[in-house]
């Protein structure tokens, strides 16, 4: 029996939904942290022994009176993920993971992109804060014959939230991306939604960005799988969903 070390926190989610998603991960003995702690326990080790990581989670904010703060991971923990991936250990990452630790350059890095609440320079461009869209009704269309995608359908049909977020395309290797339009038009900004105006894309010229939904890319001596889907319980119970968490989790180990 492999062992999952799941986080989560930082972000709401349905926790039951969730862990029935955990629970039809075969082969698998999944331990859940949930941050502020998870952060410490990391740092104390938890990590050392897990056969691949599992980051549900968006740490490092606080959101409050229509601002939003950030802080960077303790030194411990930062070490922890980067001995986990040093040693050759794996992870995936899932949907909102995309924007945790804002503070942390590297954790953007690691991923393959980042999802920004504000505006911020990004390797050296200024970026607009991101774009959220809630029950986009979508086709996903399987880009590669991968171990990831493996016993997928080539397009599959989701209705799952969406990100306008920034994705360093050239550096991953992309997996499934979204019959979908990635431009303003379609989305709202998340720097409105922090100041209490959700829903909302006025004064707002984000540029068009990638469609990729799944990618896979080298950290240290070990791999991640970034997976957009997931906001939500008809997500969670999605059988293409289960079968690339699965096989993405295979894929890492």
């Not at 991101?130 to 397009?155: K, Q």
Request: net charge negative.
């Amino acid at each position: 029996m492999r062992h999952l070390l799941v986080l989560s926190g930082g972000h709401p989610y349905e926790a039951e939904p969730f862990a029935a998603l955990l629970g039809s991960l075969q082969g698998w003995r999944a331990e859940h942290l949930v941050h502020p702690e998870a952060e410490t326990l990391v740092a104390d080790g938890a990590a050392e022994h897990a056969d691949a990581l599992l980051f549900y989670d968006m740490p490092g904010f606080t959101f409050a009176d229509g601002t939003v703060t950030t802080r960077p991971p303790s030194p411990g923990f930062v070490a922890a993920i980067k001995a986990h991936f040093a040693r050759g250990g794996g992870a995936v990452a899932m949907h909102h993971a995309l924007a945790g630790w804002a503070d942390w350059p590297e954790w953007a890095e690691m991923l393959g992109g980042k999802f920004l609440y504000r505006r911020e320079t990004l390797r050296g461009r200024q970026c607009l804060d991101s774009g959220y869209r809630h029950d986009v009704d979508y086709d996903a269309v399987v880009l590669a014959d991968h171990p990831v995608t493996r016993g997928l359908p080539a397009r599959f049909a989701m209705c799952d939230e969406l990100y306008l977020a920034e994705i360093f395309a050239e550096d991953v290797t992309p997996l499934i991306a979204a019959d979908h339009a990635f431009a303003a038009h379609n989305f709202y900004s998340a720097a409105h939604a922090v100041a209490g105006r959700m829903f909302d894309d006025s004064d707002w010229p984000h540029p068009p960005v990638s469609a990729l939904l799944a990618w896979t890319k080298p950290v240290g001596a070990g791999h991640l799988v970034y997976l957009q889907f997931g906001d939500g319980p008809a997500a969670y119970a999605h059988p293409h969903v289960q079968r690339v968490l699965a096989n993405a989790l295979d894929y890492v180990t």
